[in-house]
């Protein structure tokens, strides 16, 4: 299950924010395992300038230790750790 709101905070850039939830009935490849439960806040950012468009995934770290993760000092992490896409249309 996921559920997600999406704001414009310009006419160009947008805030997107989500939670994801996932429940495993069953899984034969894991030795049978059942009743996995994982789940995740899931954040992201949409920028519009005309013609060129970026959607990009924002890592959690960015929230818990901001100037580690911009600054590139984050041990684990990254500022973008799933997708970014840019999109030019002519």
Do not use: K
Request: net charge negative; charged share 15%.
């Amino acid at each position: 299950a996921a559920i997600g709101v999406e704001a414009n905070m310009t006419d160009w850039a947008t805030l997107r924010a989500g939670y994801n939830w996932e429940y495993t009935l069953t899984n034969d490849a894991d030795g049978g395992t059942t009743g996995d439960v994982s789940d995740e806040f899931a954040w992201g950012l949409g920028f519009n300038w005309g013609g060129l468009t970026c959607d990009m995934t924002v890592s959690s770290t960015l929230f818990q230790d901001p100037i580690s993760t911009i600054t590139g000092q984050d041990d684990g992490g990254a500022l973008t750790n799933h997708s970014m896409t840019f999109t030019y249309n002519f």
